[in-house]
């Protein structure tokens, strides 16, 4: 994770000759965020030939959204191509910057679903609509020398094992637990042959209800793709399920309205064989964002005397964040093996120590 309290997010060199204004996200997403607003001089040459205009200027302003990335946003693929490509399909918004630290891009005016004053249905129904017109999407239509350039390949296995590995599992799992754990792990060696009959395609892989925008135009926008990855679709109709926290019993309804909006059809089976995988590594990753953000902070306290005024302040924030952040990671974590343990089933709760 970019460390917030050393980066000045107007040190960045597309930022650099305007004037700026930065406004801190403060949540919804899995790093720091910002909205930059910038504003511009457009002088006469600009604005016309009549002489009238001669030396008038007026001002343009400009938004953009800044995503600081975390250390392991860049290990796997290259979110700048992938975005890229899926902006010139119009799914997300177009991508204007990117460097070791940070992307920026235009800013979507409008509002997450996550936040839109609708029934709960019509969100799941808006959800899926977006989701089902993603997959039909066919990235192979634009020059890209190779689709899987773009994201890694579903891979259980290691996926689960690179979440576990930071992290103590006798300390955040209760023996229960711990053995359907290593039922699923032993699992995996059948389940990844039926995988390998499956059909792949490129799937957001994480789909909550904050990472799809609707704007003014009421149209729908998919952001946040550092989960990104070529999986059976079947992998994002469980991963909505699990962390948007849905009752398995809507999984017809679900199944219905995907079917509705495109060709393509949905394998229930292979859903439901996800799912426990979809609680497991939402369970893993918040537990190791719990970790991530407590060592930065205690990182930032060893080094609070070697930093400016500015980046004292920064640390304060951060530090608040910090703690904000944990509870929050913790509480999503939980429910994530409350989920995991009914449909197991394992009637034990996740305690933390």
Request: with cysteine; proline share 2%.
């Amino acid at each position: 994770m970019t460390n917030m309290a050393n980066f000045n997010v107007l040190d960045i060199p597309f930022f650099s000759q305007k004037e700026c204004e930065v406004e801190y996200i403060e949540e919804g997403y899995s790093s720091a965020c910002f909205i930059v607003t910038c504003t511009e001089k457009i002088f006469s040459s600009s604005l016309g030939n009549s002489s009238e205009l001669d030396g008038l200027s007026q001002d343009e302003v400009t938004r953009y959204f800044v995503r600081l990335l975390n250390l392991n946003d860049k290990v796997d693929f290259d979110q700048f191509l992938l975005l890229k490509v899926l902006a010139g399909l119009n799914v997300t918004a177009c991508i204007v910057y990117a460097d070791e630290n940070c992307l920026v891009m235009e800013y979507l005016d409008g509002i997450t679903l996550a936040k839109a004053a609708i029934e709960i249905e019509r969100k799941q129904h808006v959800a899926i609509k977006t989701v089902s017109k993603f997959h039909s999407t066919n990235i192979a239509t634009l020059a890209v020398k190779n689709q899987h350039d773009l994201a890694p390949t579903l891979d259980l296995k290691q996926l689960i094992s690179s979440l576990l590995q930071p992290l103590n599992v006798e300390h955040f799992f209760n023996p229960y637990q711990q053995q359907t754990l290593e039922k699923l792990q032993n699992n995996l060696i059948d389940f990844e042959g039926e995988l390998d009959r499956a059909e792949y395609t490129l799937c957001h892989g994480d789909l909550n209800y904050s990472n799809i925008m609707i704007d003014e135009n009421h149209k729908t926008w998919l952001i946040d793709f550092e989960c990104a990855l070529f999986a059976p679709r079947e992998y994002d109709i469980a991963m909505f399920i699990a962390i948007n926290e849905l009752s398995v019993e809507l999984l017809p309804l679900i199944i219905s309205q995907y079917d509705q909006n495109t060709s393509l059809s949905l394998n229930r089976s292979l859903v439901l064989q996800f799912l426990p995988y979809c609680y497991l590594i939402n369970a893993l990753w918040f537990l190791g964002q719990v970790d991530e953000v407590t060592n930065l902070n205690e990182e930032n306290n060893v080094n609070k005397n070697n930093v400016t005024e500015l980046s004292q302040q920064g640390l304060k924030l951060q530090a608040l964040k910090c703690d904000a952040i944990c509870l929050n990671m913790r509480e999503q974590a939980i429910k994530q093996m409350c989920l995991f343990d009914k449909l197991a089933p394992i009637n034990q709760t996740l305690t933390f120590k």
